[in-house]
């Protein structure tokens, strides 16, 4: 599975973004799908997953109330919303695959087979 995470850029602090994994020519409902992001020097840190059905979802603390995981029905496409951003949200984000039907709390980058390339969010005060 090829993913492809888009719609980083650049954004004032408490602003929004909207990020996108998708897979190239396949639908992704088959797999829980996690967000995580990096900064250089530290460790790619767990954002939030989803679970097959898009039932259940979770998020790391410092983004719960302000950031939404959610797929489309479609199963095209798994989105983070992220709002009221502020400067340590600044990272590169990557989505993540891995073929199962139900996610955990701060899952770990070991538990995910496929990796998207990454999508830069800055954040500017």
């Known amino acids: 599975v090829q993913l492809q995470a888009s719609g980083g850029g650049s954004v004032q602090a408490g602003g929004s973004r909207r990020l996108a994994c998708a897979a190239s020519?396949?639908?992704?409902?088959?797999?829980?799908i996690g967000w995580f992001r990096q900064v250089p020097g530290k460790e790619r840190e767990f954002v939030a997953a989803?679970?097959?059905?898009?039932?259940?979802?979770y998020y790391t603390d410092s983004v719960k109330g302000r950031f939404t995981i959610s797929r489309d029905r479609a199963g095209n496409a798994v989105y983070l919303q992220m709002n009221s951003l502020n400067a340590e949200d600044t990272a590169v984000y990557y989505c993540?695959?891995?073929?199962?039907?139900?996610?955990?709390?701060?899952?770990?980058?070991?538990?995910?087979?496929?990796w998207g390339q990454g999508t830069q969010v800055t954040v500017s005060s």
């Open positions: 993540a695959a891995r073929l199962a039907t139900t996610a955990q709390p701060n899952m770990a980058v070991s538990q995910f087979t496929y």
């Open positions: 020519g396949r639908t992704i409902n088959s797999y829980v």
């Open positions: 989803i679970d097959r059905s898009g039932g259940s979802t």
